[in-house]
Nanobody, 117 residues
Framework: QVQLVESGGGLVQPGGSLRLSCAVS????????MAWYRQAPGKQRELVAS??????NYAGFVKGRFTISRDTAKNTVYLQMNSLKPEDTAVYYC????????????WGQGTQVTVSS
C-alpha cells in the first residue's frame, strides 16, 4: 500500500516562506514522477510542480518562487515556497505516478497553506 504523508503547511505572512515535505512509503525510484498539486476553495485542483528523472516542471504562477526537489535516501519530496502570496492559499497535495501509458496516481491527505497578514 502506497502512502504519501505531507507536512510543513501552516500560516505565513505574504512574502514569507514555507517548505512542504512528502514522505513516501517505499522507494521514490518506483514512481515515474512525483508532483505537488494544490486546491483552493471553490477551485479545481491544479498542478504546481513536478519532478521526473531529475527534470522539473513548474506552473507559470510559481516559476521563480517555488522549487521542487527530492531526497532519494529519505524517500521524501519537498516543495520550497518563497515569496508567498495570498493567492497561494490552498490545500497542497503530494502526488506520485506509476506507469507511462497506463498510469496510477497516488495522493497524500493534503496540508493546508494559508498566506495572510
Amino acid at each position: 500500500q502506497v502512502q504519501l504523508v505531507e507536512s510543513g503547511g501552516g500560516l505565513v505572512q505574504p512574502g514569507g516562506s514555507l517548505r512542504l515535505s512528502c514522505a513516501v512509503s517505499g522507494s521514490i525510484y518506483s514512481f515515474n514522477a512525483m508532483a505537488w498539486y494544490r486546491q483552493a476553495p471553490g477551485k479545481q485542483r491544479e498542478l504546481v510542480a513536478s519532478i521526473s528523472g531529475g527534470r522539473t516542471n513548474y506552473a507559470g504562477f510559481v516559476k521563480g518562487r517555488f522549487t521542487i526537489s527530492r531526497d532519494t535516501a529519505k524517500n521524501t519530496v519537498y516543495l520550497q515556497m518563497n515569496s508567498l502570496k495570498p493567492e497561494d492559499t490552498a490545500v497542497y497535495y503530494c502526488n506520485a505516478v506509476r506507469g507511462l501509458i497506463t498510469t496510477t496516481h497516488y495522493w497524500g491527505q493534503g496540508t493546508q497553506v494559508t498566506v495572510s497578514s
